[in-house]
């Protein structure tokens, strides 16, 4: 078997198959990285895994996920101005959590440089949104770069490190979810390790440090300095790039996915190249390189602005036309859908059909029509939410309100069990629930809330709830892990990145944080779940229910890791079935199948032979399959 | 020129697509591997994240030198790989070029509506019925005597491997791509059923 280690700590200069987000790593290792932190988000938590597989011996940095992406954020700070070279990475609106933080850093001398990695999410793949990023970076005058493959991200990263490292300032490399997630075969230089200076080099005087007041206007007077620095050094770089097809009259400028996107679809006129516009290529996509886009402009008739999601290029390169009197026709967003989705090739065609009708052939896809519905993810069998749900749906009354927040148990918003009707961000429930509970005594009140996520953005609220004395009932969906991102540890984990450590369990918090009335059960045990959620709700003020499974999806992994996994299954007996269906219909788990005439049968890909199910049947005709068999005969 | 050279020169699109829990990382990662040891210059993207959870979960893979972007346009591809019936159906019909390729594994993993009742099941059948107006030639991968469904994704492999459908990839290569993958008792299983697709003809 290869080895992703040797991969990623590899002496020689080697060329390897690999997703963006460990070409990452490899970058981090060559580059000398010595602080690295992190919260999980889709697009990059396989970051992580690609850190994992260099045991911690052998891990020439130190990782952690911290409790947030806020957290991570100071933690790399501190690291880089006592001289570490730092870098810290989550998803798109994990920058919201940081924000706080973030923008403070270009008014800091980073005296051991930082980076700065976004998985930003076009597309909304897994996300609430799909924010353009690109707008934090002229909030903060943070310089990001965009690669556009997983080469680029290997080369870009390094490229981060050096302007960082010179100018002692941070800066953001800005990853989409097509590129953390793009493979292929990437080369990788070569790695000397270092030998570390260990030394804590914080000192005042490379300041200063304390943003206050007279204080706070040379500091950003060097962030506005350094920022028209990385703009000029753009210029002496290769970051962007032209590609001259010798086209007077047309020109686009984009970057990242959209580029590669618009590269294939232009392979549609590969035998006409003298319609092929001319591209202007973005590495650097702020600050924007003035004197390479005027020159662009100037040398063509009209120049598309070809990118994702917002008008942040269009805008700046609009107003840098008005003021040099250019008189080049500018061609951007034309209209809302411009603005909306990843820019696939799909995407990227209709847009520039758009533009200029007479550049592409002719449409050549056909009306098509699918006869099944969207598959959207779902909780798996034995999940633990899933037992959660389905009592908790049997206590509530239809018209009481319930909130989702994010991670697995989000899910249950979809049907059957449409709970969680509203969903801000990572730990808004509490607070979103109290806020419904005002003037409120008709409609009961609960909030759910993840464990991962209570210590992520979770506790503010809880305090809150207790020392405003807000009337509802919190749900702590306890799976033992972070199961969405896929399974990272956290503090009521028992263990963290690299050792166990003590765990800090919910109860205790909650406890500590003065919520009297807790109530606390497996969710396998339904009943019972089911009258405490009852109870809770009926009692007045703020109460906790701790509804406690391990993420089975972890839990079976494990037990075939150690081997001691049995292979259960359930089975319908049939003589008992008489098709109340509450299996399908309500208990919903993927397991049960259904056929037209109404038998149920169980689909043995899927069934992991939990028995939480058996006690939903009111006749109980399902029922454990006798060992090595299973299914339905 | 032979269709193996057009394709060295051109392009060939592999659309992979399943549900999440199938084991379709591994399905296009040994594909991807193969390829690439067959001599094509590979990009592909996986579906990861939340998406995998139950849900529909999609691989891009494209072959040869003509690629830019790993994403596979609507329509286009040249053949569909699935895992299962139902997305057999959904890969064909967004992505699938009239007069493709489809090889599915035979297994039937209802989708929420088709489990509530509210949409009809698909069959074997059905998808022959759809291929047709497509123009699409359709090969159904199932093995009666499978014990593990987690190594359904090595019967299809298997299958690619010995009718050479990834025209000059060789089951070597695919040996080797296992081999960079897998290790213990995962590798031997995998591979013993690897070999025993393949020997056949």
Redesign the interface.
């Known amino acids: 078997?290869?080895e992703l280690k040797d991969v990623m700590l590899a002496r020689e200069a080697q060329s390897e198959?690999v997703i963006g987000n460990s070409a990452l790593v490899r970058a981090m290792v060559e580059a000398g990285t010595r602080v690295v932190a992190a919260y999980p988000g889709?697009?990059t938590?396989?970051i992580a895994e690609a850190i994992k597989a260099i045991p911690r011996k052998e891990r020439p940095f130190y990782f952690e996920f911290s409790t947030n992406e806020k957290v991570a954020t100071e933690l790399a700070f501190g690291a880089s101005i006592n001289g570490h070279l730092s870098t810290v990475f989550f998803k798109s609106v994990g920058l919201n959590v940081a924000a706080d933080s973030f923008v403070q850093l270009s008014l800091m001398e980073l005296t051991g440089g930082m980076v700065v990695v976004i998985g930003d999410d076009p597309g909304a793949?897994?996300s609430q949104n799909e924010q353009d990023n690109r707008h934090y970076s002229q909030l903060s005058y943070i310089p990001m770069l965009e690669p556009a493959t997983p080469q680029e991200v290997y080369r870009m990263y390094l490229e981060a490190v050096a302007i960082s490292r010179r100018e002692k300032m941070p800066i953001i490399l800005r990853l989409t979810t097509?590129v953390?997630?793009?493979?292929?075969?990437v080369s990788f230089g070569g790695w000397k390790p270092l030998e570390f200076d260990d030394k804590p080099r914080f000192s005042s005087e490379n300041g200063p440090y304390v943003p206050i007041t007279r204080e706070v206007f040379p500091m950003k007077r060097r962030a506005l300095n350094k920022w028209e620095k990385v703009r000029e050094y753009a210029s002496s770089s290769d970051l962007n790039r032209i590609e001259d097809n010798n086209n007077k009259k047309r020109g686009i400028i984009t970057t990242g996915?959209p580029y590669?996107?618009l590269?294939?679809v232009l392979?549609d006129l590969d035998d006409d190249r003298q319609n092929k516009p001319d591209i202007l290529k973005l590495g650097l996509v702020q600050p924007l390189d003035k004197k390479l886009i005027l020159s662009f402009l100037k040398e063509h008739q009209e120049v598309k602005i070809l990118e994702e999601l917002d008008d942040v290029l269009e805008l700046q390169i609009k107003s840098l036309a008005f003021d040099e009197k250019i008189e080049t026709r500018i061609l951007g967003k034309q209209g809302i859908e411009d603005w909306m989705g990843e820019y696939?090739?799909?995407k990227v065609?209709r847009v520039l059909r758009r533009c200029w009708p007479d550049l592409l052939p002719k449409e050549?896809?056909?009306e098509?029509?699918?006869?099944?519905?969207?598959?959207?993810?779902?909780?798996?069998p034995g999940c633990g939410h899933r037992s959660a749900f389905h009592p908790i749906k049997k206590a509530l009354d239809k018209h009481d309100i319930t909130v989702a927040d994010i991670g697995?148990h989000t899910?249950g918003f979809?049907?059957?069990y449409e709970m969680g009707e509203v969903l801000l961000s990572m730990g808004h429930s509490t607070n979103t629930g109290a806020g419904l509970s005002l003037f409120n005594d008709e409609r009961k009140v609960v909030a759910f809330l993840g464990d991962s996520t209570m210590f992520h953005a979770g506790l503010p609220g809880i305090v809150n709830a207790v020392f405003n004395d807000h009337n509802l009932t919190l749900i702590l969906m306890e799976n033992g892990t972070t199961a969405?991102?896929?399974h990272q540890d956290h503090p009521a984990s028992g263990q963290n990145f690299n050792q166990k450590v003590e765990a800090i369990p919910v109860r205790q918090v909650l406890e500590g944080l003065g919520v009297k009335e807790i109530y606390e059960t497996d969710t396998y045990a339904q009943d019972r779940l089911q009258e405490m959620v009852e109870q809770a709700v009926s009692s007045s003020g703020f109460n906790a229910v701790i509804a406690r499974h391990p993420c089975m999806?972890k839990f079976t992994r494990e037990q075939r890791r150690q081997g001691s996994y049995k292979d259960k299954k359930v089975k319908i007996d049939q003589e008992e079935c008489v098709q109340i269906?509450e299996c399908?219909?309500d208990f919903?788990c993927?397991t049960?199948?259904?056929?037209?005439d109404g038998t149920v049968w169980v689909?043995?890909?899927?069934c992991i032979g939990d028995g939480s199910c058996l006690q939903t049947c009111p006749t109980r005709a399902i029922v454990f399959a006798e060992q090595g068999g299973g299914g339905d005969e | 020129m032979s269709r193996t050279q057009t394709i060295r020169n051109n392009k060939l699109d592999l659309y992979l697509i399943g549900?999440?829990?199938q084991g379709i990382g591994m399905l296009s990662e040994i594909l991807?591997?193969a390829a690439?040891y067959a001599g094509y210059?590979?990009?592909?993207?996986?579906?990861?994240?939340?998406?995998?959870?139950?849900?529909?979960v999609v691989s891009n893979l494209r072959l040869g030198p003509?690629?830019?972007?790993?994403?596979i346009?609507?329509?286009q591809a040249d053949m569909v790989i699935a895992l299962e019936r139902?997305?057999a159906?959904?890969g064909m019909?967004?992505h699938l070029k009239?007069g493709g390729e489809l090889v599915y594994y035979d297994?039937?993993?209802?989708?929420?509506?088709?489990?509530?009742?509210?949409?009809?099941?698909?069959t074997a059948d059905?998808i022959v019925a759809?291929a047709d107006k497509?123009d699409v030639s359709v090969e159904r991968v199932f093995k009666e005597d499978l014990e593990d469904?987690r190594m359904?994704n090595m019967v299809l492999i298997g299958h690619l491997a010995d009718k050479e459908r990834i025209p000059g990839t060789k089951p070597e290569d695919y040996r080797q791509a296992i081999?960079?993958?897998?290790?213990g008792s995962m590798?031997e299983a995998n591979m013993m059923l690897f070999d025993s697709l393949v020997n056949q003809g």
């Open positions: 078997m290869k198959i889709s697009p938590p396989e793949n897994s097509h953390c997630h793009a493979k292929e075969r996915v590669l996107s590269q294939d392979q696939t090739p799909d065609a050549e896809t056909e098509r029509s699918l006869p099944i519905s969207p598959r959207p993810p779902q909780m798996c697995c899910l979809l049907p059957p969405m991102t896929g999806l269906h399908v219909s919903a993927p049960f199948q259904l056929e037209e689909q043995d890909d899927l | 549900v999440g829990g991807i591997r690439d210059p590979v990009r592909g993207v996986d579906t990861h994240g939340l998406a995998q959870r139950g849900g529909m003509k690629t830019f972007t790993p994403l346009r609507e329509q139902n997305e159906l959904r019909i967004t009239r297994t039937s993993w209802q989708t929420l509506a088709a489990r509530l009742g509210q949409e009809e099941d698909i059905r759809e497509l469904a359904q081999n960079d993958l897998m290790r590798l």
